[in-house]
């Protein structure tokens, strides 16, 4: 088990180190964030010191090495545009990003994974053939647009929930959350559901899936020819074997949720990493986009590992090796 | 002795037997009728747009975000209204659809050659190549799109080409992937192993035999991609990366009514992503049905 | 629970399969009887029904499969048509079946213990440790040692032959009237299959519980049955005591299956097999199914035979072979 761990440690930096070199480089590409910081009608000198200041007038190489300097001390530069630690700008922004994420998951999950089973297990019913109508309608919509459309239903026409912003915090375990109090949860409603909606679909389509292909196999004829109950035999036997590559899935989109908060915070205005990402790029605020994507990369790479634990935990076979008797 | 008559089996070409598989549901008719629909529409756009939305001396900006129904001073009717700069929103909408199915069918198809050349070398080949070929599509699958088009896009600037080459650098790796696991149980069979022992070359084997039988896959795989493409092509361009604004996507155009949504001028954002959504949901159902019909697994 | 009259009374058991080509009678005519205690040989090729019939008898057939008609007699109960909850009790209780491939049938995620315990509590309201006792018992008659370690192990820590032991521990748990066992042994190596034959033969001696042994394999209900039935194409087209069949088959088809045994053909000579191969049963003729492979066959071989029963012996046949 160390061994493995230590593998993908080693693996884990060896991304992070490409990762970086990539984003780095590429980002020298885009333009000179001297010209959007300084003041338009600053002369040369003071646009040199400026340079000078950021560090900018170095050679790309320089930098580079600089940055990797840094970095070993936990130091990804500082932000063109805060002026402060670029990690720190970030770390504000996550709790964020992640509540919002997590309450997607949820969302997507406890409503996913019934609604699956069900259109597995009566897959002729008027109510199945709803749900599956009603998946393929659910990640055929652009989520941008259905966030519009949210607010434009919710927020301007009904009133019923707020249309941007994130509600009140309150303190968890040492994080600002807002989702643990009603006012908070208000404003976060509408982006969470936004952000479920596809995983949501992807859920119910998988469960079903799951659930057709295990219910021909015999172990689940044996079941019931020993007599057990249609519940004991759907609720463990079924069940067990279809949260395994669920739990996989699960996970790997938790991943992408994540990531995908950037288009989901711009629309709802939420304070969270995603909408910081957007305005930095715009912004040429290039420290703040490399220690975000490395951020986001080493948390990917976490849930991996995370799943991959979870995985062997959950699979015998994965486990325990095989020992002929 | 007396005889029995037993009818003579009917011939059913594999064609044949595709199009009555495929048939069978009738929401991937739908889609498919409704595929068919919007493709014609957007190759014919020039003759059927009544305003060609990039003719900027046409536009008048009094007519800016009319409601749908509305009549220019021309008398043409705005069917579904104007956005903010006095564009006929059918029109735009019209034109929108044939960037967005550009964009997303050509990336597909790039990244699918590209990505099927890589994944059946890799399996042909095997060995150091495909372990490393392997690796660097894992790397890549393990990355959000998003992100890396996000960046890609933050580098490379606007325009058509420059999304398309962010969209075949996001999509390339499902279908090398695909590939190469198709090709891997096509390469094992002994088929390929007795083609071999006849010395038939490398690139034969691999481009008459191991490419065509790893098609079905490929296309189901296909399908998902461009429906993401076009989706993902319409969030890029909604938060201003990619397509420039003289050629209006549909998510630009989306992007253009967010500012007036508030005030009830919902036109300029809905429509152009009703049309969006049709377009994604009609691949989509066809898809769905391509890959019942072309799963193996599933006993028919 | 009455005491006369057989165990278990199958009658004109048509079971149906809905298919796109059409309806496929899987099992078209079967009628057949088990005495408590008694072990019977159900014979035939893939495709003769055999199985579908095991599966009927405990009413584990899903749609598109539907029993359409006939009648199933176990100890008095009507099994066709009974409501889905009393045949839950009598399966594993009274009826268990034993499958052919173990690494399918036990739930590879779920700990052997999870799988016999819930069986006991299926049906015996009693304590989990005293379920878990059961468990240990059987395991330990079936010839598992080490029994306590076993129970926390999982299905593909087993070798298949253990498996299958697994599975019969789980059949006997509730010590049933009645077991089906689907060719328990097919997917078994030679040596483990006469272990795995053995102890069933000892175990259902011991409990003198009745047997129905499915296989397309004569040579193992050689030894085993009391009774042979033999069936083709969803009849049955020969049944009597298992001597009897084996030494003085009256069925061509039969005659057939034994003379293709390989044992019965002299080393260097030809190896006799059966001409022609099994109809497709969505496009039977009328008349006897083993027509078109039958070298006595003729013109009175165009309507269907019917079940002949004298003296316990039943042959499906016109023209069956003349006894010795």
């Given at each position: 088990m160390t061994v493995f761990v230590l593998r993908r440690l080693a693996q884990t930096l060896l991304v992070l180190l490409i990762t970086s070199v990539l984003v780095f480089g590429g980002l020298f590409?885009?333009?000179?964030?001297v010209e959007i910081l300084?003041?338009?009608?600053?002369d040369q000198i003071e646009k040199d010191r400026a340079t000078k200041a950021l560090g900018l007038d170095k050679p790309l190489h320089e930098q580079y090495v600089g940055f990797l300097r840094g970095a070993l001390s936990g130091n990804l530069g500082n932000s063109?545009?805060?002026?402060?630690p670029a990690l720190e700008v970030i770390f504000e922004r996550m709790p964020a990003t992640l509540e919002l994420a997590f309450l997607a998951m949820v969302i997507a999950v406890v409503l996913g994974i019934p609604l699956g089973l069900y259109a597995g297990l009566r897959p002729h019913s008027p109510l199945a053939k709803t749900i599956m109508a009603g998946s393929i309608l659910g990640f055929s919509l652009p989520t941008f647009w259905v966030g519009l459309i949210l607010i434009l239903v919710f927020?301007?026409?009904?009133?019923?929930?707020?249309?941007t912003g994130r509600g009140p915090t309150t303190n968890v375990f040492g994080l600002q959350l807002s989702i643990f109090n009603w006012d908070g949860l208000r404003y976060a409603l509408l982006p969470a559901i936004n952000l479920a909606l596809f995983k949501l679909s992807l859920i119910i389509r998988l469960t079903r899936a799951q659930v057709r292909e295990q219910s021909l196999l015999d172990y689940i004829k044996f079941a019931r020819a020993k007599g057990l109950s249609n519940t004991r035999v759907i609720g463990v036997h079924l069940l067990k074997n279809i949260l395994i590559p669920l739990v996989t899935v699960v996970g790997l989109e938790l991943g992408s949720v994540i990531a995908f908060a950037v288009v989901t915070e711009t629309i709802f205005a939420w304070p969270g990493m995603g909408k910081l990402v957007i305005d930095s790029i715009f912004q040429l605020d290039r420290p703040v986009v490399v220690a975000y994507l490395l951020v986001v990369v080493f948390m990917f790479i976490l849930i991996n590992l995370v799943v991959d634990i979870l995985y062997s935990v959950l699979d015998p076979r994965v486990r325990l090796s095989e020992v002929k008797g | 002795m007396s005889t029995v008559v037993v009818p003579a089996p009917l011939v059913e070409t594999p064609w044949r037997r595709f199009r009555r598989q495929f048939a069978e549901s009738r929401l991937a008719l739908i889609g498919l009728a409704l595929l068919v629909v919007i493709v014609a529409i957007a190759l014919l756009a020039p003759w059927i747009?009544?305003?060609?939305?990039?003719?900027?001396?046409?536009?008048?900006?009094?007519?800016?975000?009319?409601?749908?129904g509305a009549t220019a001073a021309?008398?043409?009717?705005?069917w579904l209204g104007t956005d903010g700069?006095?564009?006929d929103m059918f029109s735009a909408i019209i034109y929108g659809l044939r960037v967005s199915l550009y964009v997303g069918i050509a990336s597909g198809v790039i990244a699918l050659t590209l990505g099927a050349v890589i994944g059946v070398l890799a399996a042909y080949l095997g060995g150091r190549f495909e372990q490393i070929v392997m690796r660097i599509v894992d790397i890549q699958l393990g990355f959000p799109a998003i992100l890396v088009a996000l960046i890609l896009l933050a580098v490379l600037g606007k325009g058509v080409d420059k999304i398309i080459i962010a969209l075949v650098t996001v999509q390339w790796a499902y279908y090398a992937r695909t590939a190469r696991s198709a090709a891997l149980v096509e390469r094992h069979k002994e088929y390929i192993e007795a083609a071999r022992a006849l010395g038939l070359g490398a690139w034969r084997i691999v481009l008459r035999h191991l490419l065509p039988n790893s098609l079905p896959p490929l296309i189901v795989v296909g399908t998902v991609q461009v429906a993401h493409a076009i989706a993902l092509e319409a969030t890029l361009s909604f938060l201003?990366?990619?397509?420039?604004?003289?050629?209006?996507?549909l998510g630009l155009l989306i992007a253009n009514g967010y500012e007036v949504l508030m005030s009830g001028k919902y036109w300029i954002s809905v429509y152009p992503g009703v049309a969006l959504l049709l377009t994604i949901l009609a691949i989509n159902l066809v898809g769905d049905q391509l890959r019942d019909v072309l799963n193996p697994r599933l006993s028919r | 629970m009455s005491r006369v009259g057989p165990l278990l009374k199958v009658s004109g058991l048509r079971t149906e399969f809905a298919t796109r080509d059409g309806v496929l009678p899987a099992v078209a005519d079967v009628s057949f009887e088990v005495a408590r205690g008694e072990v019977l040989g159900l014979v035939g090729e893939s495709g003769s029904g055999k199985s579908v019939t095991g599966f009927s008898i405990l009413g584990l057939i899903d749609p598109p499969g539907r029993i359409a008609a006939g009648s199933l007699q176990f100890d008095g109960l009507e099994?066709?048509?009974?409501?889905p909850e009393s045949l839950r009790r009598l399966r594993g209780k009274r009826i268990a079946m034993i499958f052919q491939d173990p690494m399918m049938t036990l739930?590879?995620?779920?700990?052997i213990e999870t799988q016999m315990v819930e069986t006991v509590l299926a049906h015996d309201d009693t304590t989990r440790e005293a379920a878990r006792q059961r468990a240990i018992e059987a395991l330990g008659r079936v010839g598992i040692a080490s029994a306590v370690e076993r129970?926390?192990?999982?299905?593909?820590?087993?070798s298949g032959g253990m498996r299958q032991r697994v599975a019969i521990a789980i059949a006997l748990l509730h010590k049933p009237d009645l077991i089906i066992a689907d060719e328990?042994?097919?997917?078994?190596?030679v040596t483990v299959q006469g272990q795995i034959l053995y102890e069933m033969q000892k175990l259902v001696r011991e409990s003198g519980t009745a047997l129905i042994w499915i296989t397309h394999d004569l040579a193992v209900v050689?030894?085993?049955?009391d009774r042979i039935a033999v069936m083709y194409a969803g009849r049955i087209v020969e049944m009597g005591d298992a001597a009897d069949v084996l030494d003085a088959p009256r069925h061509p088809y039969t005659r057939g299956l034994l003379d293709s045994v390989p044992a019965a053909t002299q080393p260097g000579a030809r190896l006799r097999q059966i001409r022609g191969s099994t109809p497709s049963l969505l496009r039977l003729g009328p008349g006897c199914a083993f027509r078109e492979r039958?070298?006595?066959?003729?013109?009175?071989?165009a309507t269907l035979p019917v079940l002949e029963t004298t003296d316990g012996r039943s042959v499906r046949c016109v023209h069956p072979l003349e006894l010795a």
């Open positions: 590409m885009i333009g000179d964030p300084v003041n338009p009608s600053a063109f545009v805060y002026a402060r927020a301007v026409t009904l009133g019923w929930l707020p249309s | 747009a009544p305003q060609n939305p990039y003719d900027l001396a046409k536009l008048d900006l009094l007519d800016a975000r009319l409601p749908p021309d008398g043409m009717t705005y700069q006095g564009r201003g990366l990619g397509l420039p604004p003289t050629e209006p996507s | 099994l066709v048509g009974a409501a739930n590879p995620v779920l700990s129970l926390a192990q999982y299905p593909h820590q087993f328990p042994t097919t997917a078994l190596d050689a030894g085993l049955a039958c070298d006595r066959a003729d013109a009175g071989c």
